[in-house]
C-alpha cells in the first residue's frame, strides 16, 4: 500500500461546521480531533484507539464519516476494522473507499483493495453487483475512466440482471452523460429488461440539467408510447430543470399543463419552483422587511423583476390547492405544518394561510379553539437546535404583530388562542 505522508495535507482538514449534525457523539470527536491532527502518526493513534473502545456500528458510521469527508484515513480505518473479529465484508462501502482512492490518486491502493475485495466473492452474481456498486461510486465522483473499466469487467462475468444497465443509467446521468445514458436505456429494454419510470425520468433530469429541453421533451414522449402517464414526480423533475436554466415562461406553461392534465402539485413542485425566482428567494432573505401579504409580494416582485415572468409564475403556482391540503381544520385546531418546506415557500404558503383563514371567518366558519403553525425546532438543522424555519416564523409573527407565540411546551410550535387569531385577521 502507498504509505500515508507525515503531515496531513490542508486539503484533507475538515472544518468543525461540515460535521454531520446525525453524527453520534464519538464520531464527532473522532472528525474534530482528526482535523486538528498535525501528522500522520498521531492521527492513525487516534483511530486505532478509537476502533479498540467502539461498537461495531459506532466503527462502521465514522468509516462513512471518514470517506464521505474524502479523509486520507479512511484505508487506515477499513484495514484496521477489517482485523475485527465482526467484521464482514461490505460492497458498497468497500467501493466507496477505493473510489476515493482513485479520486485521491493512490491508485496502487485501490487496485489492490479492489483485488482483494473480489478474490473473496466466490459467486459470478456477488461479484457482478460488487462491480455495479463501484460504477455507482466512481460515477459520484466524476470517474468516468474508471466507471466504463468496471463496466468492462462486468460484462465478462456470467451473469444476467437488470442492476448492471440500472447502475450505468445512473451513473452516466450523474456525470451528465444523458446521450451515453439513453443507449444504455434502450439496451436495457432490448435485452428484456423493461426500463421503470424511474430509469427515464433519471434520463430525461440528465438531458434538462444540461439545458437539451428538446430531447427532455422527447425523453417524455417515449413515457408515454410507454405507457407511462404524466405524474407529479415527472413533472416536479421537468419544472426543476426549467427553472436551473430561469425559463419562467416555460414553467408557467408546464404548470398550465400540469392543471389541465390532472397532475397533482406537492410540497416539492412548491419548493422547486419558487426556489428558481431569484427575486422572491432574495426577498425572503431580507427578513426585515418582508412584504406582509401575498398581494404586496406580487408588487414587489413586479417592482424588483418588471421584465421577468417571476410574478405570473407565482400567481400560477398560488392558484394550486397545496394549502388545503396541507391545512388540519377542526372545532378544537387549525393546524398547519410547515414540515417538508424550504424557507422561501414556508414563506409562501404563511401568506396564503393569513388569507385563508381570514376568507372562512368572513364566510362565517366557526371559530376554533386554537391555531398553530408547526415548523420543528431545529433537530435536524445543520446547527442542532437552530431553525431557519422557526427563524423565519417567528421574525414573521413579530413583524405582523400576530397573536401565536412559541408553545411552552413545544419548542417548534407556535400557537394562539382562536378568538385571538379572529381579531387579529379580521
Known sequence: MQAVGSVLPSQFRFPRSSLPAGASKRCHRLLTSLSTASDSSAAIRLVRKFVASSSKSTSLQALSFLISHSSPFSLHLY??????????????????????????????????????????????????????????????????????????????????????????????????????????????????????PFEFRQVLQAYGRVGAFAEMTRVLESMKENGMALDTLSANTVLSCYGDHGKFSEMVSWIQKMRESGVGFSIRTFNSVLNSCPTIVMITKNVSSLPPSIEALYRKVDESSPCSNESLLLRELVNFPLLSTMLDWSDSEVKLDLHGLHLVSAYVIILLWMEKIRSCFVAGKVVPLEFSIVCGSGKHSKIIGESPLKKLVSVMMFQLKSPLKIDRNNAGKFVAKGKKVRDWLC
Open 79 to 196: 484495514q484496521t476494522l477489517s482485523e475485527a473479529p465482526w467484521f464482514q465484508f461490505n460492497p458498497k462501502l468497500a467501493a466507496s473507499l477505493i473510489s476515493l482512492l482513485e479520486d485521491q490518486h493512490c491508485t496502487l491502493d485501490a487496485l489492490t483493495l479492489l483485488s482483494q475485495s473480489a478474490s473473496g466473492l466466490r459467486f459470478p452474481r456477488d461479484l457482478a453487483l460488487f462491480h455495479c456498486e463501484l460504477i455507482d461510486a466512481f460515477s459520484d465522483r466524476g470517474l468516468k475512466v474508471q466507471v466504463h473499466r468496471s463496466y468492462a469487467r462486468l460484462k465478462e462475468i456470467p451473469f444476467s440482471g437488470r442492476r448492471p444497465y440500472e447502475s450505468m443509467i445512473k451513473g452516466m446521468c450523474l456525470m451528465k452523460m444523458p446521450e451515453e445514458a439513453e443507449v444504455f436505456l434502450r439496451e436495457m429494454g432490448l435485452a428484456g429488461f423493461k426500463p421503470s
